[in-house]
């Protein structure tokens, strides 16, 4: 079992920068890839970035790439959102995931094992 909480987001204006959190509590948390996504209003939950368990492999969406760097501090429990750049397009709930999985980074939602509750990003215009 992986319990998964989401934190850093935030109201900030277009250019600027947010980091989010997920810290993880499990003793698997090392074995799993992590996945970011994201959920805007009247719109399904999309893949934004994913690492695999030693941080050796990363995705991205299209639309972050550049802009977004996931990370992972083993040690610590916890994986990173560095997000960049920001455009109103990508206010959403932002959702870290957890897949049992160690090697594969997938970009489907069904894929993942466990989910935290989510933490809004607001980005003005």
């Known amino acids: 079992q992986v319990q998964l909480v989401e934190s850093g987001g935030g109201l900030v204006q277009a250019g600027g920068s947010l980091r989010l959190s997920c810290a993880a509590s499990?003793?698997?948390?090392?074995?799993?890839?992590m996945g970011w996504f994201r959920q805007a209003p009247g719109k399904e939950r999309e893949f934004v970035a994913g690492i695999n368990w030693n941080g050796g492999m990363r995705n991205y969406a299209d639309s972050v790439k550049g802009r977004f760097t996931i990370s992972r501090d083993n040690a610590k429990n916890t994986v990173y959102l560095q997000m960049n750049s920001l455009k109103p397009e990508d206010t959403a709930v932002y959702y870290c995931?957890?897949?049992?999985?160690?090697?594969?980074?997938?970009?489907?939602?069904?894929?993942?094992?466990?989910w935290g509750q989510g933490t809004q990003v607001t980005v003005s215009s």
């Open positions: 499990g003793r698997t948390f090392s074995s799993n890839t």
């Open positions: 995931a957890a897949d049992e999985n160690f090697s594969h980074i997938y970009t489907s939602p069904s894929e993942y094992n466990y």
